[in-house]
Nanobody
Framework: VQLQASGGGLVQAGGSLRLSCAAS????????VGWFRQAPGKERRFVAA????????YYADSVKGRFTISRDNAKNTVYLQMNSLGPEDTAVYFC???????????????????WGPGTLVTVSS
């Protein structure tokens, strides 16, 4: 499956952005999807995820209450609504998908087989 993330940009602290992750397959609903981010000089870190067949989202503690992951299966797209952004949220954001990942591995980037190119989010103070 090919993924394309979009929606990044420059925003002031306190602002909002919505990222989109569009998939090339009609069966995207069968995939678990995760959002990760990588700040300059740092490792890629988990942000949020959906497990296929389960509507309960998973979030990193650092974004809980500010970010919301959602999916529109009819559009084969997963979204990441980001509110109350701060400079610490500045990073390249990636979406990833897996048809076989287990719940306990959702936060582990190495467990995802499919990645799209990232989209840069810059939050100015």
């Amino acid at each position: 499956v090919q993924l394309q993330a979009s929606g990044g940009g420059l925003v002031q602290a306190g602002g909002s952005l919505r990222l989109s992750c569009a998939a090339s397959v009609r069966t995207f609903s069968r995939y678990s999807v995760g959002w990760f981010r990588q700040a300059p000089g740092k490792e890629r870190r988990f942000v949020a995820a959906f497990k296929s067949g389960n509507s309960n989202p998973y979030y990193a503690d650092s974004v809980k209450g500010r970010f919301t992951i959602s999916r529109d299966n009819a559009k084969n797209t997963v979204y990441l609504q980001m509110n109350s952004l701060g400079p610490e949220d500045t990073a390249v954001y990636f979406c990833a998908a897996s048809a076989t990942i287990i719940t306990s591995s959702l936060r582990t980037p190495e467990q995802y087989a499919n990645w799209g190119p990232g989209t840069l989010v810059t939050v100015s103070s």
